[in-house]
């Protein structure tokens, strides 16, 4: 479910967790999977990897203002395909999904 300022929630060890795509979860992101540039990350979460599930959705975790430690990230009970579809709205709330390229201003 998408709530306001592109807020999509997830459940992650039977609880609920905010995530949210700002800056600094963009930049987190792009700086552990993209080599700092933009283009290479949308190439590599194409077709992601496991890990970089966990390291995208550690940052938008950290974004929705609730950060979780990698290591309990990385040991959590969650649902993959719901954390992939999650992620992908996420994305998608900003108008940014992985992958895709925008026009506009």
């Known amino acids: ?18 995530l949210r795509l700002t800056l600094g979860a963009l930049a987190d992101i792009e700086d552990k999977l993209g080599g700092g540039d933009l283009l290479a ?13 966990i390291i995208v959705l550690h940052a938008l975790i950290a974004g929705g203002g609730a950060p979780l430690a990698m290591e309990v990230l990385r040991t959590s009970d969650l649902d993959l395909a719901q ?8 994305f ?4 940014g999904a992985p992958g895709k390229s925008q026009a506009g201003p």
């Open 92 to 95: 998608a709330a900003l108008g």
């Open 83 to 90: 954390a992939g579809t999650a992620i992908a709205k996420a």
């Open 41 to 53: 990350l949308q190439e590599r979460l194409k077709n992601p990897r496991v890990s970089d599930i």
């Open 1 to 18: 479910m998408t709530h306001p300022r592109g807020d999509v929630r997830l459940q992650i060890n039977g609880e609920e967790r905010v």
